[in-house]
């Protein structure tokens, strides 16, 4: 499956974004689905994800309660929807696919990946 992440730009703190993931080749609705950032001189960390029907989430604690994932398998995407950004929220964010692991926050549970979109958070 192919991935491709969009969505990401600039934007003042408290603005919102929302990145977008579609998907090409096979459906993502046997897919598990999270989103990663990596921060400039930073490693990649988990944001959040959801499974592959949509009825569990799971997001790292930075973000909870501001980024929210959903999916349309119809439409073959996946969303976040990023509120009340922050300067630390910047850095180019990556969508990735699981087959068997669940909205794991693991990186190495993932199969698949997009190219990431860059988002920054500046005033």
């Known amino acids: 499956v192919q991935l491709q992440a969009s969505g990401g730009g600039s934007v003042q703190p408290e603005g919102f974004l929302r990145l977008s993931c579609a998907a090409s080749?096979?459906?993502?609705?046997?897919?598990?689905m999270g989103w990663f950032r990596q921060a400039p001189g930073k490693e990649r960390e988990f944001v959040g994800a959801?499974?592959?029907?949509?009825?569990?989430?799971n997001y790292a604690d930075s973000v909870k309660g501001r980024f929210t994932i959903s999916r349309a398998n119809a439409k073959n995407t996946v969303n976040l929807q990023m509120n009340s950004l922050k300067p630390e929220d910047t850095g180019v964010y990556y969508c990735?696919?699981?087959?068997?692991?669940?909205?794991?926050?693991?990186?190495?549970?993932?199969?698949?990946w997009g190219q990431g979109t860059l988002v920054t958070v500046s005033s």
């Open positions: 080749g096979r459906t993502l609705s046997s897919y598990d």
């Open positions: 959801i499974s592959w029907g949509g009825g569990t989430t």
């Open positions: 990735a696919a699981s087959s068997y692991s669940g909205p794991t926050a693991r990186s190495n549970q993932y199969e698949y």
